[in-house]
């Protein structure tokens, strides 16, 4: 099996924004509590931090997370996770189910972020919350005046403003599992009226309107809305999705290794109709400015309940879903400004606690990858050999291959997912008007099978390894292994 791999350096189709590699943290399940935060515990700081996750989160470079929800922030009160611990409250938490003790909160999520190195973005009650409440949050988080929300935060041991730049108003608003779903009427005069109080108390915050979630319903008529409405007060239109190999009703392959390969189709036809229409009403409403996608909740979910709580051991075919997922990204570099893995630690997530320890799942392995060797330019790649057939999704390449620039350092990072269960393919990597330097490296993550997973007992199955790839000129021989995740990484002449 060959494949022919063609990069003019030049060539290329947009800025790749950091935001890309954004994570989010809800409280639902043990992201929080017992995730994050663990205070008394051998492995927690003295804020009750885990350290072990901290560390492991510093290897993905997210450089903004996604806060308190989800779901979960359609019935949140922020004011119960402020002040002094003893006082905050124990509520019942309908989106859940679950009892939230309140003992985390903004503050704690801002230290958190502090000592991750990360930007924190909220998301707002629009579901049982009020316009009065957000705006209220947002002057207590950023405010500098003498007024009585800051004087509250300076009393809660916060001097400087948090500046909390990026704030979502509402959360999957399009669904009829949220609090306070609202029909796209609903949400178009609620954005609206929200992101203008909300720009009044800070007119510097960036707002991220709540888009799509629900496939399959009505969210063309919810963004012509949107943009008809509230073209001056939106930032970034938030596209939500999860996949998986289960045959469930969001999923689309069924146990079926090819078809769930196949799964880069739906996020390219996602992506490019949904570009579409953001042109296609800016032209429509005159709106000058760009407004890009941030695809604030996006990953492979299974809905796995463990008693109670929603957590799940992925395997080695959905680390390379998981990286097909940012190939994506860099093919639409030009509009996807931001993307939020759902979630963290525990729930739907790339690492996996215990009391004891800690787990890298398999889904760590490719996001580290990407995260660490990504330039900040995508560039425009043409390839072409073998194909395999994906079922529902017809015949597709077996690579799929994305390419990035470093424009500081000239570096190029060519990362190529083969697709094929049992063969390996030669890659025959030709540039265009470049060279490379001398020798690069090849990083690959794979495991014995698709079906590898990390677990406390096989806590290794799938990981990252890295050789030396001897190079020179233009034209670059590499060898990729049967279902594995590679990065390609050299220095142009
Ligand atoms: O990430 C888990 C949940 O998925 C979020 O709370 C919700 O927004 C989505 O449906």
Not at 446 to 461: C, I, L, M, S, Y
Request: hydrophobic share 40%; net charge negative.
């Amino acid at each position: 099996m060959s494949t022919t791999i063609k990069i003019d350096p030049e060539r290329t189709v947009g800025h790749i924004h950091p935001h890309v590699f954004g994570g989010f943290a809800e409280h639902l399940g043990r992201c929080i509590y017992g995730g994050i935060y663990e205070p008394g515990s051998p492995l927690a700081d003295s804020d009750g931090i885990r350290t072990d996750v901290l560390e492991a989160l510093k290897r993905l470079k997210m450089p903004i997370m996604r806060y308190p929800g989800g779901n979960f922030v359609s019935g949140y009160r922020w004011r119960d996770g402020v002040g002094p611990k003893e006082e905050r409250q124990t509520r019942m938490e309908l989106a859940w189910h679950d009892l939230e003790p309140n003992t985390f909160g903004t503050n704690e999520f801002i230290d958190f972020c502090r000592k991750l190195g990360t930007e924190p973005y909220f998301a707002v009650n629009a579901g049982d919350g009020d316009m009065r409440e957000a705006r209220d949050w947002l002057e207590y988080c950023n405010g500098t005046e003498d007024t009585s929300l800051v004087r509250l935060r300076k009393s809660h041991g916060y001097d400087a403003p948090h500046n909390i730049k990026y704030w979502g108003i509402g959360n999957e608003v399009d669904g009829p599992w949220q609090i306070g779903f609202k029909t796209a009427e609903e949400y178009a005069r609620t954005y609206l009226e929200y992101a203008k109080v909300m720009k009044w108390t800070d007119p510097s915050i960036k707002l991220v309107a709540s888009a799509v979630s629900l496939w399959e319903s009505n969210w063309v008529e919810r963004a012509q809305l949107l943009l008809e409405q509230a073209p001056d007060h939106i930032d970034y239109m938030a596209l939500h999705w999860y996949v998986g190999n289960s045959g469930d009703e969001r999923g689309f392959a069924d146990n079926d290794f090819a078809a769930y390969m196949g799964m880069s189709e739906r996020f390219e036809e996602r992506l490019s109709a949904y570009e579409g229409l953001i042109h296609a009403l800016r032209l429509d409403n005159a709106i000058k400015k760009d407004i890009p996608m941030t695809i604030d909740e996006w990953n492979v979910w299974y809905r796995v309940f463990d008693e109670g709580k929603l957590e799940e051991i992925y395997n080695l075919e959905d680390a390379l879903v998981v990286a097909m997922h940012f190939n994506a990204f860099f093919r639409h570099a030009k509009t996807v400004k931001m993307a939020n893995i759902a979630q963290i630690v525990n729930v739907i997530a790339p690492i996996f606690t215990s009391p004891e320890g800690m787990v890298l799942q398999t889904t760590f392995y490719p996001f580290e990858l990407y995260a660490q060797h990504a330039g900040d330019t995508a560039l425009d790649v043409h390839w072409d050999g073998d194909t395999f057939d994906s079922g529902p999704n017809g015949t597709l390449r077996t690579l799929d291959v994305s390419a990035t620039l470093n424009t500081s350092t000239n570096q190029l990072a060519v990362f190529v997912i083969n697709r094929s269960e049992h063969e390996a393919v030669e890659g025959n990597l030709r540039l265009t008007d470049a060279a490379v330097k001398g020798d690069g490296r090849q990083y690959v993550v794979n495991g014995p099978n698709v079906k590898a997973e990390n677990t406390f007992d096989t806590p290794h199955q799938v990981g990252t390894t890295e050789f030396n790839i001897s190079a020179s000129g233009s034209t670059i021989s590499a060898s990729f292994e049967p279902h594995s995740v590679n990065a390609l990484v050299f220095d142009l002449a």
